[in-house]
């Protein structure tokens, strides 16, 4: 057990999903896992474990942001024996040229984070993907006709702005393709173990032409995000 994971040693596989959301996380094992059981509930961050084709793998809540993010990767890392984690969710389009249900395979993540900062400083730390997964999702993105971009994204601390809209126009003319909150901590942590890590995430909302999912569309992209992120670890 750790402060915020009740699971015991072994309730996790090596391999594990990593939404934001509880309910996405139940929606995960219910509809893609067999023999599913939940080896967490501490502060409703529900955790499970199931088998897809026969593999073990785990599904973990984070919540939102780098610090809830944070301590969750430390201690599944630290204490679980995770190897390999794929962050699924969604993001705000950056430009224009790629569309709501696009899949983002987020090969850097910038951030504004003084999580980062404050550890790394001097230095401004590359938060990158592991390779091997970036480029076997990337393959069976292409396979399957999916429309993906792989590209850097940046993980913003803030959700609402009180000065009117983030700063995202340096980021847009240096070729940021979307926004969300959680990455850049997934990356940074996942090499601090030696771990291998990857987000995939849905473009939900277009920050540039406003375009946003029906609640419809949203989770029939969702599943082709998370059955993605399956067969990579399948793969």
Same mark, same amino acid.
């Given at each position: 057990?750790? $402060?915020?994971?009740?699971?015991?040693?072994?309730?996790?596989?090596?391999?594990?999903? +990593?939404?934001?959301?509880?309910?996405?996380?139940?929606?995960?094992? *219910?509809?893609?896992?067999?023999?599913?059981?939940?080896?967490?509930?501490? /502060?409703?961050?529900?955790?499970?474990?199931?088998?897809?084709?026969?593999?073990?793998?785990?599904?973990?809540?984070?919540?939102?942001?780098?610090?809830?993010?944070?301590?969750?990767?430390?201690?599944?890392?630290? *204490?679980?024996?995770?190897?390999?984690?794929?962050?699924?969710?969604?993001? @705000?389009?950056?430009?224009?040229?790629?569309?709501?249900?696009?899949?983002?395979?987020?090969?850097?993540?910038?951030?504004?984070?003084?999580?980062?900062?404050?550890?790394?400083? $001097?230095?401004?730390?590359?938060?990158?993907?592991?390779?091997?997964?970036?480029?076997?999702?990337?393959?069976?993105?292409?396979?399957?006709?999916?429309?993906?971009?792989?590209?850097?994204?940046? &993980?913003?601390?803030?959700?609402?702005?009180?000065?009117?809209?983030?700063?995202?126009?340096?980021?847009?003319?240096?070729? &940021?393709?979307?926004?969300?909150?959680?990455?850049?901590?997934?990356? &940074?942590?996942?090499? /601090?173990? @030696?771990?291998?890590?990857? &987000?995939?995430?849905?473009?939900?909302?277009?920050?540039?032409?406003? *375009?946003?999912?029906?609640?419809?569309? /949203?989770? *029939?992209?969702?599943?082709?995000?998370?059955?993605?992120? +399956?067969?990579?670890?399948?793969?």
């Amino acid at each position: 057990m750790t $402060p915020h994971i009740e699971a015991a040693a072994g309730d996790y596989a090596e391999d594990i999903l +990593l939404p934001g959301d509880p309910s996405r996380a139940e929606w995960i094992a *219910e509809t893609f896992l067999s023999d599913v059981r939940v080896v967490n509930r501490v /502060r409703g961050a529900i955790g499970l474990t199931g088998t897809f084709q026969g593999r073990p793998v785990s599904v973990q809540a984070t919540g939102m942001g780098m610090p809830s993010a944070a301590i969750y990767l430390n201690e599944l890392l630290m *204490e679980y024996g995770v190897k390999r984690m794929i962050r699924v969710g969604t993001c @705000g389009g950056l430009n224009a040229d790629y569309r709501v249900r696009d899949i983002v395979l987020a090969q850097a993540a910038s951030t504004n984070s003084n999580q980062n900062g404050s550890l790394f400083a $001097p230095y401004q730390y590359a938060s990158i993907a592991d390779f091997g997964l970036l480029s076997t999702a990337a393959g069976l993105a292409e396979k399957a006709g999916l429309r993906t971009v792989v590209g850097g994204i940046v &993980t913003d601390d803030n959700f609402y702005d009180p000065m009117g809209g983030a700063p995202y126009e340096v980021l847009k003319q240096h070729g &940021t393709v979307a926004v969300e909150m959680e990455t850049a901590a997934v990356y &940074t942590i996942a090499a /601090r173990y @030696g771990a291998k890590a990857l &987000t995939i995430a849905t473009i939900s909302d277009c920050l540039i032409t406003h *375009e946003q999912l029906s609640p419809e569309a /949203r989770q *029939e992209s969702l599943f082709e995000m998370v059955q993605l992120a +399956l067969d990579t670890f399948a793969a």
